[in-house]
């Protein structure tokens, strides 16, 4: 079987301090509004308690890429391995696959007026090294799994406040934030 890659997120050990976040931009040289990784907070509303937890996302390099059903000029394509391409050539700028995308991945990039999105850095994965983002995360919070690997069944696919995962099968894959037994207020 060949590889099926796929981001694990470790929310237990995101700090949220944008390190991914601003790594992928410098390297990819990206324009102000684009963003290829962005590093939320969970709402707490979501979590069992009141905590801050940060996660960072990606394009979830979906089974199912409705970015790929919408592009009318097939300038996105899913490479055997899982990671879903995006041809800035065959782009028309139409944002077609931005409105499409439950996840809101694909970015409009103004100064070339086009879409571009997160390619989990294939050309390094290719060559045997780790993405950009991986690679810049001072805590070890992102890394790189093989979801044909039974070990990495167990991983959560969604988390609270995400769109429902049967709407395009993401392969982002999450380890979730551990909160103490007790109630926050209790260790006073």
Avoid at 25 to 48: C, G, I, P, T
Avoid at 58 to 71: E, R, Y
Avoid at 149 to 164: C, E, I, S, T, V
């Amino acid at each position: 079987m060949s590889k099926r890659y796929a981001f694990l997120v470790h929310t237990d050990r995101c700090i949220g301090c944008n390190a991914c976040e601003i790594a992928c931009k410098n390297f990819y040289q990206q324009e102000a509004s684009v963003h290829w990784r962005k590093v939320y907070y969970m709402q707490e509303k979501d979590l069992a308690q009141p905590c801050r937890v940060s996660v960072s996302l990606a394009c979830n390099h979906c089974d199912d890429p409705s970015c790929l059903k919408a592009c009318p000029t097939s300038a996105y394509a899913k490479r055997d391995d899982g990671i879903v391409t995006h041809d800035t050539e065959r782009c028309i700028g139409c944002k077609l696959c931005t409105m499409a995308c439950p996840y809101r991945v694909p970015c409009f990039d103004k100064d070339l007026g086009k879409v571009s999105k997160c390619e989990m850095c294939y050309e390094r994965i290719d060559k045997g090294e780790l993405p950009i983002c991986v690679m810049s995360c001072p805590m070890e919070a992102l890394e790189i799994i093989d979801l044909s690997d039974p070990k990495n069944a167990a991983h959560l696919d969604n988390l609270p406040g995400l769109p429902p995962t049967k709407m395009t099968h993401p392969s982002t894959r999450f380890i979730e934030a551990r909160m103490g037994k007790q109630n926050w207020r209790e260790n006073k």
